[in-house]
Nanobody
Framework: QVQLVESGGGLVQAGGSLRLSCVAS????????MAWFRQNPGEERLFVAR???????YYADSVKGRFTISRDNTKNTVDLQMNSLKPEDTAVYYC????????????WGQGTQVTVSS
């Protein structure tokens, strides 16, 4: 079965950096988008960034220029480099994958907490 495992969350001061990693297993993901979302309690889950197997990336406006998504197709991993972090970036970050033609994300990780202190 498909499994996504995130790591790399933690506590950082505003202006600092963190790198999140996600390892996917259970099938080949060459035809899948890999993405990151984030969510705070009581709020909806928000899109952060996604990347195709080609390396083509797309970002939410709120993180553009500060975050960089990357993937390693040989290792089925997707990373999120987060720079110039702001307190409003605080959230649980989720890794997700979807088949290229799917409307919804098919598989989700368990999430990793990122806390940015002011």
């Amino acid at each position: 079965q498909v499994q996504l495992v995130e790591s790399g969350g933690g506590l950082v001061q505003a202006g600092g950096s963190l790198r999140l990693s996600c390892v996917a297993s259970g099938r080949a993901f060459s035809n899948y988008y890999m993405a990151w979302f984030r969510q705070n309690p009581g709020e909806e889950r928000l899109f952060v960034a996604r990347i195709a197997s080609s390396g083509n990336a797309y970002y939410a406006d709120s993180v553009k220029g500060r975050f960089t998504i990357s993937r390693d197709n040989t290792k089925n991993t997707v990373d999120l480099q987060m720079n110039s972090l702001k307190p409003e970036d605080t959230a649980v970050y989720y890794c997700a994958v979807k088949f290229w033609s799917s409307a919804e994300y098919d598989y989700w990780g368990q999430g990793t907490q990122v806390t940015v202190s002011s």
